[in-house]
Structure formats: C-alpha cells, structure tokens
C-alpha cells in the first residue's frame, strides 16, 4: 500500500497553491484536512476529506477554545489515518494539525506561499521550528530561516 500523505490547508490562495502540488502528492494515498466553506466542500466529490473546527484567527491571535478544538480533531484523525507526511501550504489551519502530527511522530513539509515575498505569515513562522522539509520561493528567506529551502516559483518544482 502507498503511504498516505495529509495535505492541509485554508481556503483561497493556500488551497490553490496545493492544487499546484498535485503532481508530487497524487501517487501517493492522500486525504485533506479543512475547515467547511463554501470552497472546500467542493472537495468532497473528488478527494477524501476531514472537516476540523476553524482555529479563527483574527490579526495574529488565535481563538483559543477553536484552536485546542481543532488541534484535538486533527490528533484523532491523525492517529486514525497514521500519514507519514503532512504538507501544509499554511494558513491558520496549518497550525494545530502540523503541531498534532509532530506530537505524533509525522514528518511536516511546508511550502510557503508565493504571497510572502518580504516577510513569512504566522502560520509559516511557527511551523518552521517543527517542520522537517520548509520550502520557500523567494531567495531573500534563506538568509535568515536557515534550514529554508529555496525552489522558486512553484511551477519550477512540481
């Protein structure tokens, strides 16, 4: 059997920049975590999906009865579906199921958004220090995310 991978994301920029990601994840057992909108529930006809709590974020606080909600549905869910890799393109969403799937043994990749030319979002800054792969498409994060890997624009390396 493939391995199942978990792809994680918020709706809008993030979700489309995974679509982007297809061709590195379809070959393997993927399901999607998200949080119900009018965008992901489209995904239910095409791809195995788990609806968590929305962590609701608003400026740079999270609701924090949401987001220990949402951490523990992406700890069971996790734990039911054991994917050997979680890849996230952010945003708050991100978060609780990366920080669940560390605590479970789960290997993060991030891919930072093209989005975030200057400065990473908060979901990038506080998944970095537990991801295994950080992939950013902007040379200038090198310098001070040290582990980043630079891959450029996304059509480069998909």
Known sequence: ????????????????????LEPTYKNYNPFFILYKNVHTLTFTKTEKVYFIKNPARTLKLYNPFKFIKSFFQAYKILQKEKPKFIIST????????????????????????????????????????????FIVQYKNFLKKYKKAIFRGNLYDFC
């Open 1 to 20: 059997m493939k391995n199942k991978i978990c792809l994680v994301c918020s709706p809008g920029g993030h979700l489309e920049l995974m679509k982007y």
């Open 90 to 133: 952010g945003a708050g969403i991100a978060v609780p199921v990366c920080y669940a799937g560390k605590l479970l043994g789960i290997k993060i990749i991030f891919v930072v958004t093209s989005s975030s030319i200057y400065k990473l979002n908060l979901s990038a800054r506080l998944i970095y220090p537990i991801s295994n792969l």
